[in-house]
């Protein structure tokens, strides 16, 4: 009965924003790191955001300065603020809970949702 569920995702004009928001039931968030992926069409899939545990955040160089991630651990939530989006950042966007407090490696992460897609226009 564990799930977890992405949203916010749509179709954006490049240079505007979306939040995106992931909630989990049946696991909980406090104590782990959690982190947000995404996956073009013919790409494989790519973590390029996490949080840990204490509120640290890490981003890839494509979306750092543009993107930022929080957590709410009382709600349970993982959030993704995306700005200036630019047509590469297309992509279904997932989030994942890490099993681990602190980043190690993006291989660490489980307990995948459905993804929520993302489509940014010329």
């Known amino acids: 009965q564990v799930q977890v569920v992405e949203s916010g995702g749509g179709l954006v004009q490049a240079g505007g924003s979306l939040r995106l928001s992931c909630t989990a039931s049946?696991?909980?968030?406090?104590?782990?790191?959690l982190g947000w992926f995404r996956q073009a069409p013919g790409k494989e899939r790519e973590g390029i955001s996490y949080?840990?545990?204490?509120?640290?955040?890490g981003y890839v160089n494509s979306v750092k300065g543009r993107f930022t991630i929080s957590r709410d651990n009382a709600k349970n939530t993982l959030y993704l603020q995306m700005n200036n989006l630019k047509p590469e950042d297309t992509a279904m966007y997932y989030c994942?809970?890490?099993?681990?407090?602190?980043?190690?490696?993006?291989?660490?992460?489980?307990?995948w949702g459905q993804g929520t897609q993302v489509t940014v226009s010329s």
């Open positions: 994942a809970r890490d099993t681990r407090a602190y980043f190690r490696s993006w291989g660490d992460f489980a307990y």
């Open positions: 049946g696991l909980t968030f406090d104590g782990y790191g």
């Open positions: 949080i840990t545990q204490s509120g640290n955040a």
